[in-house]
């Protein structure tokens, strides 16, 4: 059956609206933002249809999307159990009780109704706390929303409770930087005392803080609940699904919840999080750029940016770096000031070399906004490619004290010290990119790299297993674990190694299958490494490669056929004859081999053949003496 199609109709125009409304007034910026690139994506002719059968009201909360949505049982993870009620705990408890107030299972109109009319009456209060938010002065909004009943004041009272809290921690980790005493991370003390607050919550708003509070305690299945309960009631919260998904840590977990999303497989929304999760997990497929190119059809956001992106992102992790940077500049055409994902563009043009190009881009941003970590990482890329190490590493350096959790910069800077042979800062670098984010693989190769450099091929080889089991068809990853294992005298896991590198790489590939060969040989395995080198000899004939790319392999054939007893000489005779007519090194050789050690293989296969003939004859007379003799035995006897 084929899958319906979605349309962006008056109804989606709708809910994209009140989206950035009531993203706005709950201070979720982010989300905020993204509901309007998304709505502004549309053609005006969609965007002046008047909407049809979506409630237009002042009060906007918690109208579920889909009536008596079951709760999930999430198949990939351990249950959690409920937890236990703790005693309420100061200075949290009186507000707790104040927002169970105004919450309960259910909500019928006459709850609505009521929370309707307190949330007029605290209207006033609402609009001086969005002020407050916005200049980041989080404890005056705590102190003038304290009286307020509606769950708009209640989202907003705990959600600057949590951002201040937030404050602190990183003010109390940052006081002990190059100390032993720091912890990978900022530690929020606060998150408990939070949780408490909303530990009961139904309205969609709450129920999207609580499953961040969830999610950053690491209890991941009750954070999965709310968020999908939340969904379920306001689906057009972004920052929702941004919860969602950073609750999940590989591409089968993620398989496993779509099924339980309470809307369509085919919705703009359940596609959108598929390829934003599957990127952030630096694992996207060709399927990804399918739903992207759907998404930016006609029927659904053709010109959005925000989508653009996604799949310029899906290009990059597929390393098809020529149409990423494509996409990337049609982004740029349409506005050259938005900074979202540009530090990718400049990623692609650094891999690809391009100086001129990435200086321009270096130079365009940077008089725009120099304190974003985006720009500070352009300009680390553009110091990088003219080897300028030490600049390069003090813009990704300016990058991360701009943003904490800005992971590229991270591992940016740990390549870069990398290259300056300084290994031990490189391990650094890595490790608090792996604290940032565990799921990305680029760390955990960095880390893998570092510790190679020093010579420290165990704990190598542990954050090389890290890094493939992030990246299971990542051919650089297993390639370089299997020189690790190489190197360690290992040489069956090596060429485990290198054969699982081959599964995901080019079908006309010949470095790993002669890092295979040579393994093979070492091993005297013989067989296998000719049989490798006959691939290496097929690949290049068949792209019509010089001779000097495969004379060694050829002649390895041809050494193993006349001296190691493949036995196929015409094959070797053809080689060495194409060898040694041609100026590659390996003349002489095929000259010697084809004058003194071809004539005598020759010799020694027909004397064998002679023999097995011989021998066949021998046994036919055999059989036939031993047959007359027992027909012959009953007449005797």
């Not at 200075?91 to 919450?103: K, L, R, V, Y």
Request: contains cysteine; proline residues 5%.
């Amino acid at each position: 059956m084929a899958e319906a199609i979605f349309k962006v109709d008056s109804e989606v125009v709708a809910s994209l609206r009140n989206a950035v409304r009531d993203c706005s007034e709950r201070g979720l910026s982010y989300a905020s933002k993204w509901a309007a690139e998304l709505l502004c994506s549309l053609p005006p002719s969609k965007r002046r249809t008047e909407s049809t059968g979506v409630a237009q009201s002042n009060f906007h909360t918690s109208t579920p999307a889909r009536s008596g949505s079951p709760r999930p049982s999430l198949s990939f993870a351990a249950q959690t159990p409920a937890p236990t009620v703790p005693e309420p705990i100061q200075p949290f408890s009186t507000q707790a009780d104040q927002i169970g107030a105004f919450i309960s299972s259910s909500q019928p109109p006459e709850v609505l109704q009521q929370e309707a009319q307190w949330e007029a009456e605290d209207a006033d209060l609402i609009a001086m706390a969005k002020t407050f938010m916005i200049s980041k002065e989080y404890l005056r909004v705590i102190h003038w929303l304290r009286p307020c009943r509606s769950a708009k004041a209640a989202f907003l009272r705990v959600y600057s409770q949590y951002l201040e809290s937030e404050k602190k921690a990183l003010r109390e980790w940052y006081k002990l930087e190059n100390t032993r005493e720091q912890p990978p991370e900022p530690v929020n003390s606060s998150l408990h005392d939070l949780l408490e607050l909303v530990k009961n919550a139904t309205d969609p708003w709450l129920l999207f803080l609580k499953a961040v509070f969830l999610c950053r305690l690491g209890r991941r299945e009750e954070a999965i609940e709310s968020a999908i309960l939340s969904i379920a009631q306001y689906p057009w919260n972004w920052s929702t699904w941004v919860a969602l998904g950073d609750c999940l840590s590989d591409g089968d977990e993620l398989s496993s919840l779509l099924p339980l999303l309470p809307l369509p497989s085919h919705h703009p929304l359940v596609l959108m999080f598929q390829v934003k999760t599957l990127n952030s997990l630096n694992s996207p497929s060709d399927n990804e750029l399918t739903l992207c190119d759907r998404l930016l059809s006609e029927d659904c956001f053709p010109r959005s940016m925000w989508i653009m992106a996604l799949r310029g992102n899906v290009l990059y992790y597929l390393h098809d770096f020529t149409s990423a940077e494509t996409q990337f500049r049609k982004i740029v055409a349409i506005d050259p000031y938005r900074v979202d994902d540009i530090d990718i563009l400049s990623n692609i043009l650094y891999v690809s070399e391009n100086s001129n190009a990435l200086s321009k881009l270096a130079h365009d941003y940077l008089a725009i906004d120099k304190d974003r970590p985006e720009i500070c990482c352009i300009i680390g890329n553009y110091y990088s490619l003219r080897a300028e190490h030490e600049k390069a590493v003090k813009y990704f350096k300016r990058a991360t004290q701009l943003d904490r959790t800005y992971l590229a910069a991270w591992t940016l800077m740990g390549h870069e010290y990398v290259e300056m042979k300084n290994s031990h800062a490189a391990v650094e670098a890595y490790r608090k990119a792996v604290d940032v984010n565990k799921k990305d693989y680029r760390a955990w190769y960095g880390l893998a790299q570092a510790y190679e450099l020093l010579g420290m091929h165990q704990y190598a080889l542990y954050y090389y297993q890290h890094a493939t089991a992030l990246r299971p068809y990542d051919v650089r990853i297993w390639q370089a674990q299997g020189i690790c294992y190489e190197e360690m005298g290992r040489q069956r896991e090596a060429i485990e190694c290198l054969r699982r590198a081959l599964i995901g790489a080019d079908p006309q590939e010949t470095t790993i299958h002669l890092k295979l060969a040579k393994l093979h040989h070492d091993l005297q395995e013989y067989a296998e490494a000719a049989a490798y080198h006959r691939r290496i000899v097929e690949v290049c004939r068949s792209g019509q490669k010089p001779i000097q790319e495969w004379s060694k392999s050829a002649v390895y054939i041809a050494r193993y056929h006349i001296l190691h007893g493949g036995g196929d000489l015409a094959l070797a005779r053809q080689y060495l004859e194409l060898v040694a007519v041609s100026n590659a090194e390996e003349v002489n050789q095929a000259s010697e081999l084809l004058r003194r050690h071809l004539p005598a293989a020759v010799m020694r296969q027909q004397q064998q053949q002679q023999q097995q003939q011989q021998q066949q004859q021998q046994s036919a007379a055999n059989t036939a003496t031993q047959g007359r003799a027992a027909s012959e035995g009953p007449s005797h006897a």
